[in-house]
């Protein structure tokens, strides 16, 4: 066997290998599993980029490569959303860029930062691919813990110099996943002005701007005032449109940073079909927020109906605001022994420390199944013997 080379060490033990093994065995008794795991839209894609999508692949002019900034139309429809929906200015030219979904771009981006001996910034728990590309690239972790007591925001003040001094990235994502939780526009304002006096690349996960079930909507951080000097913004289609198979997103912000992502994509990849970036724009513009309404309205009423299970249940969670998420603190703390055990029972959920040492004890339920899916799942759990819950 050929070595592999020493960065793969670098690569965290893939947690979901043991569970799904237990998932196929448990199916293949003839168990139907409910999924409340893996974040993925189980309703229909927004019709207006399924039309347009149809219509794009009959032309054969989109059957060539694509252009490797991303399409035109698609930049400038993001821009008048971005305008109309944030009051932010982008210039779809030097200021956007189209990007395989936002998991590609992050990682990339990461390329085109860290070398040997730099910092990253890291929520955790967090989305993985900010942890597994740094260290890839030969980058070191610092984890910024977040706790519920702090509504899951990191305390900035509390990285030490010498480590900041060292950072060349800062990961912020809100709405978060995993915990749900949101942020303020104060909050994005701090972090902005932090990493500025420090020489730091803010970079702004939005894959869930979108998707604020209470509230105010969320925030771009390109809505504080001069956060281009500083700033990154991956925003995704995948989720707010219910796209996640056809890989569209985008970066938006400083333009360095996005001049350099862009290089990284060229010599990497050669971009995204254009029938599907096409299609991107007839979503953003065709009165992409009734969507986003009928969509938050759905995932508000099956959390509700999720919490009103855990109520029967005695089970004490805090429902979420925004994402399609919720975060839920493990009886006894064992997430992964929750997690497994809710398995036998037929129940998917991710346990916690899959995104990081600070989700230890809690894990993730996806508000991707029907309200009866939801009932038939906290019906299994009211089934356990012992209850793990204390009433
Ligand atoms: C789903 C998700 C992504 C990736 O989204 P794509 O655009 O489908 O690649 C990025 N960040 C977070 C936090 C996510 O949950």
């Known amino acids: 066997m050929v070595k592999l080379a020493r960065r793969m060490d670098t690569l965290p033990p893939y947690l979901f290998a043991a569970l799904d093994e237990r998932r ?73 860029l189209t990007v395989i979904g936002s998991k590609e ?18 929520p955790d728990p967090s989305y993985p691919v900010y942890a597994a590309h740094t260290g890839l ?19 900035l003040d509390s990285i030490p110099e010498n480590v900041a001094d060292r950072a060349k990235l800062l990961f912020l994502n809100y709405p978060n996943n ?67 198979g056809w890989r569209l997103g985008a970066a938006v912000g400083n333009a360095q940073a996005i001049a350099a992502l862009g290089r990284i994509k060229n010599n990497t990849d050669s971009g995204q079909w254009h029938a599907i970036q096409y299609a991107g724009a007839a979503a953003l513009n065709n009165g992409p927020e009734a969507f986003f309404a009928e969509m938050n309205g759905i995932y508000r009423s099956r959390r509700d109906r999720l919490s009103a299970g855990f109520d029967r249940l005695g089970w ?20 992964r022994a ?27 339920l996806c508000l991707t199944v029907s309200e009866r899916d939801i009932d038939r799942a906290i019906e ?3 089934a356990l013997t012992p209850s793990p819950f204390a009433r």
């Not at 079930?213 to 956060?227: F, K, N, R, T, W």
């Open 338 to 364: 929750f997690a497994a055990r809710l398995l036998d029972a037929g129940v998917v959920v991710v346990p916690g420390s899959g995104y990081g040492e600070h989700g230890k004890g809690y894990v993730r």
């Open 380 to 382: 299994r759990i009211a």
């Open 137 to 155: 690239a030969g980058g070191e972790v610092y984890s910024l813990p977040l706790r519920a007591e702090r509504g899951f925001l990191p305390d």
């Open 105 to 122: 771009g992050l990682a990339h981006l990461i390329w085109a930062y860290v070398e040997p001996g730099d910092v990253v910034l890291s």
């Open 24 to 96: 196929r065995a448990i199916e293949a008794r003839g168990v139907e599993v409910i999924s409340l795991g893996i974040g993925d839209p189980d309703l229909p894609s927004i019709p207006s980029a399924i039309e347009a999508v149809q219509r794009e692949a009959a032309r054969a002019e989109n059957h060539r490569y694509p252009r490797y900034d991303g399409l035109p139309a698609f930049r400038e429809a993001l821009s008048a959303h971005y305008a109309r929906r944030f009051g932010v200015t982008l210039d779809p030219e030097r200021e956007t």
């Open 178 to 244: 995993p915990t749900g939780a949101t942020c303020d526009l104060d909050f994005l304002r701090d972090a902005v002005e932090w990493c500025r006096c420090r020489g730091i690349l803010l970079v702004h996960d939005a894959a869930y701007v979108e998707m604020t079930l209470e509230g105010e909507p969320a925030h771009s951080v390109l809505e504080v005032d001069g956060a281009k000097d500083v700033a990154i913004e991956f925003y995704s289609l995948s989720k707010p449109f219910n796209m996640t």
């Open 316 to 335: 004490e969670v805090e429902p979420p605001k925004a994402t399609f998420y919720v975060w839920a603190p493990v009886p006894g703390g064992d997430d």
